[in-house]
């Protein structure tokens, strides 16, 4: 994963991102699940995100992608579960005796994690080793109405 330039800014946002076949049908086996993958790609092709990996298992799938700034995350998922139920409707009929007249493929949420490079330990490490830390104390409240903040918040 390379990060990315926009005019003003340069970003590198990962995601992890799982999602789930309503009533957790088993149904991404065989020609569905590549299907589903091959779907996914086309969209990120013509989306501003791009997949960096993608796996499907029985009933949920993992993908590990990269977004812009400029779309929420809910944005993508939205979009990557609209064209995917569309084009699964489309091309397997037997669907219906799955979900009835309901056409749904995906369960309604998902599961989303940001992803980096780096741990949060070593970006802690980093961020104290790069100049002059200030440590963060407790405030008692003896400094507080010192400073006049018992006051304010009463």
Same mark, same amino acid.
């Given at each position: 994963?390379?990060?990315?330039?926009?005019?003003?800014?340069?970003?590198?946002?990962?995601?992890?991102?799982?999602?789930?076949?309503?009533?957790?049908?088993?149904?991404?086996?065989?020609?569905?699940?590549?299907?589903?993958?091959?779907?996914?790609?086309?969209?990120?092709?013509?989306?501003?995100?791009?997949?960096?990996?993608?796996?499907?298992?029985?009933?949920?799938?993992?993908?590990?992608? %990269? *977004?812009?700034?400029? @779309?929420?995350?809910?944005?993508? &998922?939205?979009? $990557?579960?609209?064209?995917?139920?569309? =084009?699964?409707?489309?091309?397997?009929?037997?669907?219906?005796?799955?979900?009835?007249?309901?056409?749904?493929?995906?369960?309604?949420?998902?599961?989303?994690?940001?992803?980096?490079?780096?741990?949060?330990? %070593? *970006?802690?490490?980093? @961020?104290?080793?790069?100049?002059? &830390?200030?440590? $963060?104390?407790?405030?008692?409240?003896? =400094?507080?109405?010192?400073?006049?903040?018992?006051?304010?918040?009463?």
């Amino acid at each position: 994963m390379e990060y990315e330039t926009k005019s003003h800014c340069k970003y590198l946002i990962a995601l992890h991102l799982i999602l789930v076949v309503k009533y957790r049908r088993q149904l991404l086996q065989g020609n569905l699940g590549e299907f589903v993958k091959q779907k996914i790609s086309e969209i990120a092709e013509r989306s501003e995100f791009n997949i960096e990996e993608i796996e499907v298992d029985k009933d949920h799938i993992h993908i590990l992608l %990269t *977004i812009s700034p400029t @779309i929420c995350v809910a944005s993508y &998922v939205r979009r $990557i579960k609209q064209s995917t139920t569309q =084009s699964l409707w489309s091309r397997f009929k037997w669907l219906k005796k799955q979900f009835w007249i309901e056409k749904t493929f995906w369960s309604d949420g998902y599961f989303v994690c940001s992803v980096g490079n780096a741990s949060a330990d %070593t *970006i802690r490490k980093y @961020i104290q080793k790069s100049g002059l &830390v200030i440590p $963060i104390h407790p405030i008692d409240a003896a =400094s507080r109405r010192s400073m006049g903040f018992l006051g304010k918040f009463r």
